[in-house]
Structure formats: structure tokens, C-alpha cells
């Protein structure tokens, strides 16, 4: 009777431990930093591609750029593979600024997309977007 009342235990704080690593999405929490930043950058690139809020002009790169006077930042995208396509005939090219920022416990990358025109050297759009990555480390 004991064991069996024992083994009832267990079974129930394995089954809520497995509940809450399901619920707080434990994989994640336990990424590093830069495979954070991978997993939410394409994320969020395609939600805006879902959404339509991407321009035309997405689709036709001839080079992309990254700035950031931020060296974790730099780390992380370097270590990351670019979701953009590059085509030799592209018209536009794409500059990314990004910025490591902290807001209470969370940090996270803020990014500045500029397109530019090949033909002029025109900026003609520009789009800003806040990624969450995780707690403070």
C-alpha cells in the first residue's frame, strides 16, 4: 500500500513537472544566447511575411549588411545563418542595425531594416523591430 501511494506520488510530480516544462517552454529557456536570437529572428521574419508587411522589394537583395557597435550582438549574427536570399540581379539592398537592449529582467535585440535602392542609393523603406530573448543574464 505505501509503495503503491509512493509510486502515485511520483507519477503525479513527474507528470506536473513535464506539464510545466511543456507550459514555460523549458527547450528555450535553456538555449544559449545566439540560438535564442536565431530561433526568434526567423520567427519573427516570418511573421511578417505571413502578415504581408514585408515589402516587394524583400525578395530582390543584391547584398545585406549588418552594423552594430554592440560585440554580443555582432557574436550572434555572425554565428547566425542569414534568412536572407541573395540574388546577383537584386535592385535593393538591405542595411540591419541591430542593438542589444535590457528592459527589467528581459534582454533582447532591437533592429532597424533600411532598404535602399541600388539604382538611386535612395532609402525606401525602413521597418524597426523589438526581439525578447530572454532573462538577464
Do not use: C
Not at 500500500?1 to 517552454?25: E, K
Not at 549588418?66 to 534568412?83: A, C, E, G, I
Not at 527589467?104 to 532609402?123: A, C, D
Request: glycine residues 6%; charged residues 20%.
Amino acid at each position: 500500500m505505501l509503495l503503491r501511494a509512493l509510486a502515485s506520488a511520483v507519477l503525479i510530480i513527474f507528470a506536473a513537472a513535464a506539464v510545466g516544462a511543456y507550459t514555460f517552454n523549458l527547450p528555450y529557456w535553456l538555449m544559449k544566447h545566439d540560438e535564442k536570437f536565431a530561433t526568434e529572428w526567423r520567427k519573427d521574419l516570418s511573421l511578417l511575411q505571413d502578415s504581408g508587411k514585408l515589402p516587394k522589394d524583400w525578395q530582390s537583395l543584391s547584398a545585406v549588411e549588418f552594423n552594430s557597435n554592440d560585440t554580443q550582438v555582432q557574436d550572434w549574427f555572425q554565428k547566425t545563418k542569414s534568412p536572407f536570399a541573395i540574388k546577383k540581379d537584386g535592385t535593393h539592398k538591405l542595411l540591419i542595425v541591430g542593438v542589444h537592449f535590457t528592459e527589467g529582467n528581459r534582454y533582447g535585440v532591437l533592429f532597424q531594416y533600411n532598404w535602399i535602392e541600388n539604382k538611386s542609393g535612395n532609402t525606401v523603406g525602413e521597418l524597426s523591430r523589438r526581439l525578447k530573448l530572454g532573462l538577464y543574464y
